[in-house]
């Protein structure tokens, strides 16, 4: 179970977030795309990469996301069968309604049929039971992290909501336990 300040979000053993910036690169106009997976509580999981196509709407770069999310989540529920664990219908959090509607629509609107049929992959493992994709406020997107730069605020709850360490508190904690153990071998 993950917690969120007071709230309880998420209790599935796999869970995945997906986040892009619509054109973000200002040379090109290309969108970046990240998703972020955790097991439990624990971050096994981040990818942010540029993506390939200029893409003409929010709807359709956070749809592109979404399906890079969706296929690490198939890759990893191929990896725990090999431990016995069977998942189906993993949660993928997004933050943009129309991809989710695009998502769970088999309709294909004159508004999206510019959208590649490769990006439809999504779709597709939706309608199989492998995945589901459901809305996140934009203050719990964890992939925000690895999507676009944040303010100091933003960025210190993201990682620690996600689990990483500040490298100076880990530093300080190596330092101390050093200094308890050389102590305890010098009593």
Not at 8 to 19: G, K, M, N, Q
Not at 95 to 107: E, K, Y
Not at 119 to 146: S, T
Not at 156 to 172: A, C, F, S, W, Y
């Amino acid at each position: 179970m993950l917690v969120y300040g007071s709230h309880v979000i998420l209790t599935y053993l796999l869970v995945a977030f997906s986040e892009s910036d619509y054109a973000g690169c200002k040379l090109d106009r290309k969108s970046t795309s990240s998703t972020c997976h955790l097991l439990g509580s624990s971050l096994i999981s981040w990818n942010s990469k540029k993506q390939a196509c200029v893409a003409l709407s929010t709807t359709e770069v956070e749809y592109i996301a979404a399906g890079h999310g969706c296929a690490q989540i198939i890759w990893l529920k191929h990896q725990l069968l090999d431990y016995g664990v069977r998942l189906s219908k993993v949660p993928l959090y997004c933050d943009n309604t129309s991809a989710i509607n695009l998502t769970n629509n088999p309709i294909q609107h004159s508004k999206t049929k510019h959208i590649e049929i490769r990006h439809h992959f999504l779709r597709d493992h939706v309608q199989k039971g492998d995945c589901e994709i459901k809305f996140v406020k934009i203050e719990n997107q964890l992939a925000d992290l690895f999507t676009k730069p944040l303010a100091r605020d933003r960025f210190n709850k993201l990682r620690t909501e996600l689990g990483i360490l500040d490298i100076k508190n880990v530093v300080l904690c190596v330092c101390s336990m050093l200094i308890l153990c050389t102590h305890a071998l010098v009593s």
